[in-house]
């Protein structure tokens, strides 16, 4: 009985192991970890030091090193410190939360045991800026895409007239909130005539306001126009991230600045243009003659929970009139002593306002609906 037990035991062990493993053996191996960043290139604030700096003095042990995390391939990290690059788990003092938490961009300090290879994750130092978005619906969860990121790349193509300002102008709102530049790239500017170009980087200009850089870009074949205004969006010394719904272009983007098909590109479904998530991987691309820039995989959905502050920084001129409306919770579009309508007219005929009222009006509804105990 005693010795079935511990062969049953045995068994559940050697499973256990075999799932870990399993799970691990798909992975890139590190030497095809390629077009990443050197040390060098990378550079932590000074709040990062002092905090790896403190971590430190409170663990005096040797095997410690800062390092950054470069990639995160299907959630597992690589991690790049000055010597090497490798994979890394989370230590156990690390909560659930923590490690499901940490993204590409963030200064970690990791122990690198001897004879191991496979380094740990001991702390996951401040972030000086955090893009994160909300995954889910009342009781989701905030999920950081990037973390120390300088300019965030809002990627949209021009196919088939489809702009649409409103999710540019909602990824703006969520970047700014969160810390970072924004600027837009409007992609596959070969797909459509010279005219609806124009009026597209118009639209963007007109509910962005001058001060945020629009490219257009193409990439079709060898031909290629506007890779180099991309490239100087991000200059060296800067981490930026592609983000945009699946086929947008952005990884081939990243294809055109490397010089190279380092990254997967795939096709889009042609009924409406959606992209069919071809890139899995969240990782750094080290760009020839400039920063880095981070591939991410599409995303659907960019929800309006808690952004307010973004949105009065893109939109401040309207946000300060409507810091003046008679009610608080004034919807701008009928209620009397309503700064807005007196001092903008109503959104109808004005794209810029419509985009502020309906991104204003999202955010007041999950505001109502959130879970009462989600503190954002
Ligand atoms: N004509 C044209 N096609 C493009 C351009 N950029 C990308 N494409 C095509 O669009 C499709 C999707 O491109 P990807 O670069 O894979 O798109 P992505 O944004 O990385 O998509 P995900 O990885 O799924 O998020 C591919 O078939 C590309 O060849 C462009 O500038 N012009
Ligand atoms: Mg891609
Ligand atoms: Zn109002």
Redesign the pocket.
């Known amino acids: 009985m005693a010795r079935r037990n511990s062969r049953t035991r045995r068994n559940v062990r050697r499973r256990v192991q075999k799932k870990v493993a399993g799970d691990r053996s798909n992975l890139p191996a590190l030497e095809l970890l390629t077009e990443l960043p050197t040390f060098d290139e990378l550079s932590p604030r000074q709040e990062q030091v002092d905090a790896y700096n403190t971590y430190c003095s409170a663990v005096p042990e040797e095997e410690l090193a800062l390092g950054c995390v470069v990639r995160l391939d299907r959630g597992f990290p690589a991690v790049l410190t000055v010597d090497e690059v490798f994979r890394a788990e989370f230590a156990a003092q690390l909560t659930k939360s923590d490690f499901s938490r940490v993204a590409v961009g963030d200064w970690v300090a990791v122990r690198t045991p001897h004879g191991h290879d496979m380094g740990l994750i001991e702390a996951i130092l401040p972030r000086e800026s955090d893009i994160a978005r909300w995954r889910g619906g009342s009781r989701g969860e905030k999920q950081t895409l990037a973390a120390n990121v300088d300019v965030v790349i809002v990627?949209q193509?021009l196919e088939k007239g489809r702009l649409s300002v409103n999710r540019i102008a909602r990824s703006a709102v969520v970047a700014t909130d969160c810390g970072a530049d924004v600027a837009v790239v409007l992609?596959?500017?070969?797909?459509v005539g010279e005219k609806e170009v124009h009026a597209a980087r118009e639209s963007v200009r007109e509910v962005l306001g001058e001060g945020c850089p629009v490219v257009c870009?193409?990439?079709?074949g060898a031909t290629t126009s506007g890779v180099e205004d991309v490239r100087s969006l991000v200059p060296a010394g800067k981490i930026g991230i592609?983000l945009?719904?699946?086929?947008?272009?952005?990884?081939?983007?990243l294809?055109a600045l490397l010089g190279r098909e380092a990254?997967?590109?795939?096709?889009?479904r042609e009924s409406d243009g959606v992209?069919?998530?071809?890139?899995v991987t969240r990782r750094m691309v080290a760009i020839p003659g400039a920063g880095i820039i981070v591939?991410?995989?599409?995303l659907r959905t960019l929800q309006m929970v808690g952004h307010e502050r973004g949105l009065a920084k893109v939109f401040p001129d309207i946000a300060e009139a409507a810091a003046s409306c008679r009610f608080r919770n004034c919807t701008h579009t009928h209620e009397p002593g309503c700064e807005v309508l007196a001092r903008f007219g109503s959104g109808s005929d004005d794209q810029r306002l419509g985009v502020y009222l309906s991104l204003a009006a999202e955010m007041r509804e999950s505001a109502t609906t959130l879970d009462p105990d989600i503190v954002l």
Do not use: I, Y
Request: glycine fraction near 16%; aromatic fraction near 0%.
């Open positions: 990627v193509a992609a596959k500017c070969d797909s870009s193409a990439v079709d592609m945009g719904p699946s086929g947008a272009g952005k990884s081939t983007l294809n990254l997967e590109t795939g096709s889009v992209g069919r998530h071809t890139t591939d991410e995989p599409g």
